[in-house]
T-cell receptor, first 115, second 109 residues
């Protein structure tokens, strides 16, 4: 089945370390997104990409960067991790041909803890 | 500003009771709204979209432009409805979604 996968699923790191979270998809979708989920704050958009050459900041992009290496891959980096970046991170995809549907397909999430 | 508000962090009901999860939005223009659900140990997934006017798993949601609301309702809650529910607003003509804070629905036996 076409899928959205995230690696790693869990990560514990220390303040100041550089961390990369990876997302891959076999759905053939052109659009990809990174969100973080925090209790009481819901899902907040970090970055999104509508194709390989198009990268856009979301509402909370400070402290993060992304790379769209291919249509199927979208990585999120924390250049120097800090404790308030401890959260559950989700990757999602959507198909621009179905933009009107509003449906995004989510990965299983990466739980990141920054000590 | 575009915003989605879900005022309840937790909604706890007994099995068989009616359920209403509240969602209010702020958007200038014609809104498109969605409900996503995340069951325990499963991925976030689309539950329903207002444009389809469909009923999924017994849930319905009506867009009320006057009250800027899109509340999710079910007449008789089931234990398997226990999950986190997110209301989302599509931003403009893009596929970008703005999510609310989420409401945890707990259905007790």
């Amino acid at each position: 089945d076409a899928d959205v996968t995230q690696t790693p699923r869990n990560r514990i790191t220390k303040t100041g370390k550089r961390i990369m979270l990876e997302c891959s998809q076999t759905k053939g979708h052109d659009r990809m997104y990174w969100y973080r989920q925090d209790p009481g704050l819901g899902l907040r958009l970090i970055y999104y990409s509508f194709d390989v050459k198009d990268i856009n900041k979301g509402e909370i992009s400070d402290g993060y960067s992304v790379s769209r290496q291919a249509q199927a891959k979208f990585s999120l980096s924390l250049e120097s991790a800090i404790p308030n970046q401890t959260a559950l991170y989700f990757c999602a995809t959507s198909d621009s041909r179905l933009a009107g549907s509003g449906e995004q397909f989510f990965g299983p999430g990466t739980r990141l803890t920054v000590l | 500003a575009q915003r989605v508000t879900q005022p309840e962090k937790l909604l706890s009901v007994f099995k068989g009771a009616p359920v209403e999860l509240k969602c209010n939005y702020s958007y200038s223009g014609s809104p498109e709204l969605f409900w996503y659900v995340q069951y325990s140990r499963q991925r976030l997934q689309l539950l329903l979209r207002h444009i389809s006017r469909e009923s999924i798993k017994g849930f319905t949601a009506d867009l009320n432009k006057g009250e800027t609301s899109f509340h999710l309702k079910k007449p008789f809650a089931q234990e398997e409805d226990s999950a986190m529910y997110y209301c989302a607003l599509r931003s403009g003509n893009t596929g970008k979604l703005i999510f609310g804070q989420g409401t945890t629905l707990q259905v007790k036996p």
